[in-house]
């Protein structure tokens, strides 16, 4: 079910009008349905029923604490990549027992901080890592229990910038290597090897690059048994990609029943990290229209959500589908839909078939995921309010930021005479 639909013309985020949600919130302003939240979460888990299974949802893919509350509350876990997302997902009431730690450049603080809360399992990406959280276990007097990242060096045939299992990525350990590194991890005092660990990459539309990583982590996994190394449980990351226009990505249903096929007999818990297929299509950028320019060459309309607000497009020329949420009847003209930040590659969408006046309301689609998290204060821009719908209701989970707010901790330097 789309919980983001036309009713009387207007578009609607369950069953409140996106119209009225900018009236009282204004814009620009970031809205999530707790339906599509809910149901993609249960969806994504129904295929692992009977199965010992972990679904660890990738924080930073949207960090709001209500949403992080919310996955909480349906009994998930947490796939952080930080000393903060870990303090958030503290304060949003995850378990912290169901919290894995992934991330290149894990600092001794951070480590830390995890083996107090503890944490399900780090995911440690290095050699190096390996010896620093041995480290910090010994002086706290803790064991820390570690899967190794693993990069497969398999093709996830997605954007460059988001794509981690090829051999040349700065992620995990090569595949050849990681049985040595487990062997050094086996000798140590305050290790406990728990698991094996593989992300390949982000919005990922075929199943074929997810089998193929998992048959990999799979042979390791019997090679460890061979060495005495008996593994609990396989963390296969995320990466599911979503619809943002005319892609097919595997559904769940289809995804599960392959990777549990695979595994086979095997006594091993299956962990996951999805992120983007969680929350990427719960959620829309409501924005208005300032002005319309009409050049020689090109329409522009002028939003006021910019980059700052919604980076993706600037960054990877992603495409985000744009409505209007009262659409006009009037004849559509073919637009660049802009922001107001001073840079050319400061636009949310390219020829866009639209009829616009000054004032209307568009919604940038498939805004949930990497939207609000990526946002920044550019140009001194505050950043969005954000709302969540609940059938007829609206909550503001997020303040819109104050301009107050973001000098508030700079100081001027001292006076000299
Ligand atoms: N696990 C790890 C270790 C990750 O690095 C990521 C995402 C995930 C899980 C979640 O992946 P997902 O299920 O969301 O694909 N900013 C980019 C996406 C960067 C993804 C980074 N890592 C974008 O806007 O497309």
């Not at 319309?292 to 959500?305: G, M, P, Q, W």
């Not at 910019?306 to 073919?334: E, F, G, T, W």
């Amino acid at each position: 079910m789309n919980s983001f639909t036309f009713k009387n013309t207007s578009l609607y985020a369950e069953d409140v009008a996106l119209s009225d949600i900018a009236t009282q919130f204004q814009t620009p302003c970031y809205v999530y349905s707790k339906l599509a939240l809910t149901q993609a979460f249960d969806n994504f888990r129904a295929g692992f029923v009977g199965t010992d299974h972990l679904v660890c949802f990738a924080v930073k893919a949207n960090p709001s604490l209500a949403i992080l509350n919310l996955f909480a509350n349906l009994g998930a876990g947490f796939d952080i990549v930080s000393g903060g997302e870990l303090a958030r997902v503290l304060a949003a009431g995850g378990d912290p027992n169901k919290i894995v730690f992934s991330g290149v450049g894990k600092t001794a603080a951070e480590m830390q901080a995890a083996l107090n809360a503890g944490i399900f399992c780090f995911n440690v990406e290095s050699a190096s890592e390996l010896i620093r959280l041995n480290k910090v276990a010994v002086a706290m007097g803790k064991v820390a229990p570690v899967s190794l990242r693993v990069n497969p060096n398999v093709d996830a045939k997605t954007h460059p910038y988001i794509s981690t299992g090829l051999k040349n990525n700065k992620f995990g350990v090569a595949y050849e290597d990681a049985l040595n590194i487990y062997l050094q991890a086996a000798a140590m005092s305050n290790i406990a090897i728990h698991g094996v660990d593989c992300h390949i990459g982000s919005q990922i539309t075929e199943l074929s690059p997810f089998l193929d990583a998992f048959d990999k982590v799979l042979d390791l996994v019997d090679a460890l048994k061979q060495n005495n190394i008996h593994i609990r449980h396989i963390d296969a990351g995320g990466g599911i990609g979503i619809c943002y226009s005319d892609e097919t990505p595997p559904d769940f249903a289809a995804y599960a029943s392959a990777m549990r096929a695979k595994l086979g007999e095997r006594n091993i818990k299956l962990v996951f990290e999805p992120g983007r297929a969680l929350v990427g299509n719960a959620g829309v950028l409501l924005t208005k229209v300032e002005y319309l320019k009409h050049t020689e060459s090109k329409n522009f309309a002028i939003v006021d959500a910019a980059m700052n607000d919604l980076m993706r497009p600037a960054l990877y020329d992603a495409y985000h589908d744009i409505k209007a949420v009262k659409p006009r009847d009037s004849s559509a003209q073919i637009y660049e839909i802009v922001g107001p930040v001073c840079e050319s590659g400061d636009f949310l969408g390219h020829d866009r078939n639209l009829a616009l006046e000054e004032g209307d309301l568009l919604a940038i689609m498939s805004a949930g995921a990497y939207g609000m998290s990526m946002s920044s204060n550019y140009n001194t821009r505050p950043r969005a309010a954000e709302v969540m719908v609940d059938d007829d209701t609206c909550h503001l989970i997020r303040n819109r930021e104050s301009i107050n707010e973001l000098f508030a901790n700079e100081k001027l330097l001292p006076v000299t005479s």
